[in-house]
């Protein structure tokens, strides 16, 4: 993987890591036309990367991040789900990570959920407390995004709105879940292929992480704003014109780095 195509990736992954069109989704897309899909230093740096996207998390909420010892637990509860399912499946995973086929339908289906999420769950003015039950649930919405295309964002957020909550409160929500998520997803990785990093592989990783981070930080406040205001129908589209562009594109013939 050469710097270039490391910039492109984390770029892709601080834009779309919060919003709900699943960034795995899209550096699948990415790397499969970049032709490097099926390098195991890609799966690796796409997963790391995250490490940058969650610091923007904690940066940008860390007064609300670091408070009461009842919020670690409801998001370790909320985080299980996906921790115990995402051990037990990794191998599945990492096989659906290289298929652009499962990304297309996953994009398709989610964006018509998307355009009729909001006449499903009105949204409400007045936040509440997020009980332990709640945040299960959420949890296990959140299980949903192994699925490559699915987006762990959409999930979370529209698990929490099934919930009542905003959608402010939804997506805070889901942006607080992603640390503990993506942070085990991440070191989980790191630690099977640590032994395979070269010198130059460092380099990459830490441009990726800094470069995700920035990005993730415009990214972050630019949805908050977009989503309280317009909803999720304008995401929905977008995912069902680019699913059906890959559908089409696989259909045709069209040779994509798929192994």
Same mark, same amino acid.
């Given at each position: ?48 990367? #995250? ?15 670091? #408070? ?100 402010? #409160? ?27 990093? #070269? ?61």
């Amino acid at each position: 993987m050469s710097i270039w195509q490391a910039i492109i990736l984390a770029i892709i992954e601080g834009i779309t890591e919060f919003l709900p069109v699943s960034s795995t989704g899209h550096m699948i897309i990415a790397s499969s036309f970049m032709g490097i899909s099926h390098l195991e230093f890609t799966k690796m740096f796409t997963v790391n990367i #995250q490490f940058g996207a969650i610091l923007s998390v904690v940066v940008l909420y860390w007064k609300r991040f670091f #408070q009461s010892i009842d919020f670690y637990f409801k998001l370790f509860v909320a985080f299980l789900p996906a921790a115990v399912l995402g051990f037990l499946l990794n191998d599945v995973i990492d096989a659906m990570l290289e298929n652009v086929l499962v990304v297309a339908i996953s994009l398709l289906v989610g964006g018509i959920i998307l355009i009729f999420i909001d006449r499903i769950a009105n949204d409400n003015t007045a936040d509440r407390e997020i009980s332990y039950f709640d945040a299960v649930k959420i949890g296990f919405f959140q299980c949903i995004a192994m699925i490559p295309g699915v987006s762990r964002s959409a999930s979370t957020i529209i698990g929490g709105m099934l919930q009542g909550l905003s959608r402010k #409160q939804a997506a805070e929500f889901s942006f607080f879940l992603a640390v503990p998520t993506m942070a085990a997803a991440g070191g989980y990785k790191l630690l099977k292929t640590y032994d395979t990093i #070269q010198g130059e592989d460092i380099k990459v990783l830490l441009i990726g992480n800094l470069i995700a981070f920035i990005v993730a930080m415009l990214a972050i406040k630019f949805f908050i704003s977009f989503l309280t205001k317009y909803g999720f129908k304008v995401f929905g589209y977008y995912r069902i014109i680019l699913g059906l562009i890959l559908l089409g594109l696989l259909a045709s013939g069209y040779k994509l780095d798929i192994v």
